[in-house]
């Protein structure tokens, strides 16, 4: 008998733009907003509301509002700091790639 040593899921961990990718650039592709464009992610618009610091955004990641769903039950704490982290720091490059 085989035996293979797997990672579990939550042994895998996924970087910022992995997890952006997977989980939010459906809506939010290049920092922006398919639902809704003034809802977007770039550095004037999070400011205008009060998301420009990381504890907001894992917040709003965390819990949701409106139409931005809650990612609590999709991911982990560690992935929703990861993710939260990559988009403070795009929107301060104005989402431009490296």
């Not at 910022?16 to 939010?24: D, I, N, S, V």
């Not at 509301?49 to 917040?59: G, K, M, P, R």
């Not at 769903?69 to 993710?83: F, G, H, K, P, W």
């Amino acid at each position: 008998m085989l035996l293979l040593d797997i990672p579990s899921a939550q042994a895998i961990s996924l970087t910022g733009p992995q997890l952006f990718e997977a989980q939010c650039a459906g809506c939010h592709a290049g920092g922006g907003n398919i639902i809704r464009w003034g809802k977007n992610l770039k550095l004037t618009t999070l400011q205008k509301n009060n998301l420009d610091t990381q504890d907001a955004i894992v917040n709003l990641v965390t819990v949701g509002k409106g139409n931005m769903s809650a990612y609590r039950d999709r991911l982990t704490t560690e992935e929703i700091q990861t993710v939260s982290a990559y988009v403070l720091a795009q929107a301060a490059q104005n989402w431009k790639s490296e």
